[in-house]
């Protein structure tokens, strides 16, 4: 049994999972980055114009002033964009991304959380898009994610309808409680990152899973459970009639994974024009 999961079956509870590095061994902003880099969603412009964007995001080490700024100027480099167009680099990826990144460790909690009679619910401040059809993948009754706007000729307008981050987060799995009936105090929850601690100080059974060094300090003097996942596993090797969702996906936050990988690609090509012989 993970991370101490009891067998309730009343009153009803639930079990909320952040996605990048709790459920997927990765940032799902990165992911895709490949994709959108040779889809041509990133011109050379953009590219020197995001380099330090990208490189806190490789390192790992945006705060929240840092984040908020990123995604004021990713929604705006966004704008334009066709989403057909994201939609189908996005589908055509998904299967090879994603399913071999997936926790063993994670989808085994999961399973464990649904023997228990709880629900399960993704909270990610990943787009709708690439969001459910990994929480359906996982099996997950629900999931909470970033939305951005379509404007009527089919482009993104740069608006975002919804931000899934931070208290956002405590506040959408709050009104789940109260259209669902879930018990908050008797609820689970589970994240990498300090920024997500208003979404575990909600429930009565927070978990830091991998944290960051704000979240283990916190973990720490809270004496939250600390849990370490590090096998991911194709879910169709685990799952008996397994099988990935054919549907065009998207996700918001493949905006920022482009520009991290043309980052790396403007960085190493200075590199090349700047190394003596």
């Keep these: 049994m993970l991370g101490g999961v009891e067998n309730h079956s009343s009153p009803r509870s639930a079990a909320f999972f952040d996605l990048d590095k709790t459920v997927i061994a990765k940032s799902s902003t990165l ?13 050379r412009r953009a590219v020197l114009r995001t380099a330090y964007t990208q490189f806190v995001f490789l390192a790992g080490g945006a705060d ?6 990123m995604r004021k100027y990713l929604s705006a480099l966004c704008r334009g964009w066709n989403v057909e167009q994201v939609q189908k ?4 990826t998904l299967h090879d991304l994603i399913d071999p990144i997936i926790y063993d460790e994670a989808a085994s909690l999961i ?3 649904h023997a228990a009679g709880r629900d399960v ?5 990943s787009g709708a898009e690439v969001v459910e059809p990994v929480g359906a993948l996982l099996g997950a009754d629900r999931v909470v994610a970033t939305r951005m706007v379509v404007g009527d000729d089919g482009c993104f307008t740069g608006e ?10 405590a506040e959408a799995i709050k009104e789940l409680a109260a259209s669902e009936g879930y018990d908050l105090s008797r609820s689970y929850a589970y994240s990498d990152s300090a920024t997500d ?7 009565g059974r927070p978990h830091a899973v991998n944290p960051d060094r704000a979240l283990r300090r916190e973990a720490l003097a809270r004496e939250w459970p600390v849990l370490d996942f590090h096998r991911p596993v194709r879910l169709k090797q685990r799952i008996p009639g397994f099988s990935v969702p054919r549907r065009p996906t998207l996700v918001l936050a493949a905006v920022t994974g482009a520009a991290a990988t043309a980052g ?11 190394t003596p012989a």
């Design 64 to 69: 929240h002033d840092q984040m908020e700024r």
């Design 160 to 169: 975002v309808e919804y931000y899934a981050y931070g208290p956002t987060k």
């Design 264 to 274: 790396l690609v403007w960085y190493l090509s200075r590199r090349r024009t700047t």
């Design 197 to 203: 601690l208003p979404m575990l100080e909600a429930v």
């Design 121 to 125: 619910v993704i909270v990610s401040t």
């Design 89 to 92: 680099l996005v589908a055509e």
């Design 31 to 43: 992911t895709f980055s490949k994709s959108f880099y040779q889809g041509g969603l990133i011109n």
């Design 111 to 113: 399973e464990e959380h």
